[in-house]
């Protein structure tokens, strides 16, 4: 049985709007983070996803792992960035340096060091605006669709019967995967099965994993065939489907998806004129210059 994220009907903004406006929106705002690295015209982005956060009335209970994970992931990634360099390479070409910090210790005739410039930190406080932006609009859509209308909004949204099922099925996959390996895992402890006296290298630990990986991995694959044996059952594919729920555009749905487009069309016309590019303040230059 297909299980579902964590959705509940709520009185906020997201769900106020068709789940196809909202997709639309969406869109058009990924669309236009992409174009800039600047932080002030991130800073807007990052403005719009906050409001949709706190509007969104979803708990951090409920968004909490998706959140850290995630978070984590990103202040990881970009702490690298700032320290290797990497990434800003193409956004600036000169380096104004702050301080310059050097490990008391050699590693093979190699002494760390760790350079900091305004070029790095801004580009992190950037990364940091523009991934976070994604995340959390990408984090909220789960948490705020309706799963019965997964469907309905992807066929509405101009996709075929067959794609619009498909992802259907894959956003139910990823929950039902994760609860069908909690399950395992619990039926394997009460065997006696300790996951966390694990040890060896990489492939032995992988060895031992086997008996929760093999089981979740063969009960995908027999759900996944009783699924397509269910839609040949039911001719799937033969001709247009039907669909039990119909959705309906309102006023409040086209001011959305309007400015959605003014969103992306604002951000290319800025881009067609050279902003948006990697920004620094001249003080803070002069200010490392000096």
Known sequence: MLVTWRYRTRKSFIQWFDPRAWMIFYACFLAGTLFFWDVRFLAVFFAIALFSLLTSGVTWREMRRPFLFIGGFIVIYTFLTFLTG???EEAYKVEHLINKLAAPFMIFGWRPTLTITVERSFFAVSQLARVFSIAIMTILIPYTLNPS???V???GLGFPDKIAYAMDLTMRFIPTFGRDFQLTMDAQRARGYELEKIS???IEQVRKLGPLI???TIHAIIGSEDIIDAMDLRAFGVGPRTWL?????QRRDRVLIAAGIVLLAASLTLLM???GGFWVPEALLRLAGG
């Not at 729920?245 to 555009?249: G, I």
């Open 86 to 88: 990497r990434g800003g």
């Open 149 to 151: 209308l997964y469907g």
């Open 153 to 155: 909004t992807f066929r």
């Open 200 to 202: 060896g290298g990489i």
């Open 214 to 216: 093999v089981p979740v």
């Open 245 to 249: 729920e119909e959705l309906h555009y």
């Open 273 to 275: 004129f050279g902003y």
